[in-house]
T-cell receptor
Framework: IAGITQAPTSQILAAGRRMTLRCTQD?????MYWYRQDLGLGLRLIHY???????GKGEVPDGYSVSRANTDDFPLTLASAVPSQTSVYFC????????????FGPGTRLTVL | GQNIDQPTEMTATEGAIVQINCTYQ??????LFWYQQHAGEAPTFLSY??LDGLEEKGRFSSFLSRSKGYSYLLLKELQMKDSASYLC??????????WGAGTKLIIKP
């Protein structure tokens, strides 16, 4: 693994289904983030984790949950998908939650029908 | 509320210079970032400003005026590969990034 990876690359999902987007980094970064990117809007923070074992809510957390059991992994779960969750999802990490640049994964393109 | 404004789209000619502006209103300020994002790809870091003034890095420079809530990204000697979206983001008092919608830069030969 080099950097930060996400899976799947893309997914089409029926409304009401549960889905987990995976994110793994090998840079030993303390902080990790989940964003969604929609056309015409800036990246919006869904959830974040400043260190393993802690998580926090971002700007648009409703309908999403996260966990941070270890340093490397930060999965994002949609408990019951809705069409408004159709988006491109980016996972990112940074050395710490302060003034550090964030490194982004390649993204997951999710379509909810 | 928190707000980041940048032009939606700009067009420039190969070999020329282009300036992309960003204005912001945020709750607190802990630095301003510029990222580049090619179509279908992830954002990649370009620059970080926390003090007023100009930061130069090769063909790219970034300027910040905290009193005016203003930054710009200057791209010199434009190349076709510079066609991308440029994202301005401000780190607020909670150390969270607030993102602009991005400026799509189109380079013409």
């Amino acid at each position: 693994i080099a950097g930060i990876t996400q899976a799947p690359t893309s997914q089409i999902l029926a409304a009401g289904r549960r889905m987990t987007l995976r994110c793994t980094q090998d840079m030993r970064h303390n902080a990790m983030y989940w964003y969604r990117q929609d056309l015409g809007l800036g990246l919006r923070l869904i959830h974040y984790s400043n260190t393993a074992g802690t998580t926090g809510k971002g700007e648009v957390p409703d309908g999403y949950s996260v966990s941070r059991a270890n340093t490397d992994d930060f999965p994002l779960t949609l408990a019951s998908a809705v069409p408004s969750q159709t988006s491109v999802y980016f996972c990112a990490s940074s050395a710490s939650s302060g003034h550090n640049e964030q490194f982004f994964g390649p993204g997951t393109r999710l379509t909810v029908l | 509320g928190q707000n980041i404004d940048q032009p939606t789209e700009m067009t420039a000619t190969e070999g020329a210079i282009v300036q992309i502006n960003c204005t912001y209103q945020t709750s607190g300020f802990n630095g301003l970032f510029w990222y580049q994002q090619h179509a279908g790809e992830a954002p990649t870091f370009l620059s970080y400003n926390v003090l007023d003034g100009l930061e130069e890095k090769g063909r790219f420079s970034s300027f910040l005026s905290r009193s005016k809530g203003y930054s710009y990204l200057l791209l010199k000697e434009l190349q076709m590969k510079d066609s991308a979206s440029y994202l301005c983001a401000v780190m607020d008092s909670n150390y969270q990034l607030i993102w602009g919608a991005g400026t799509k830069l189109i380079i013409k030969p």
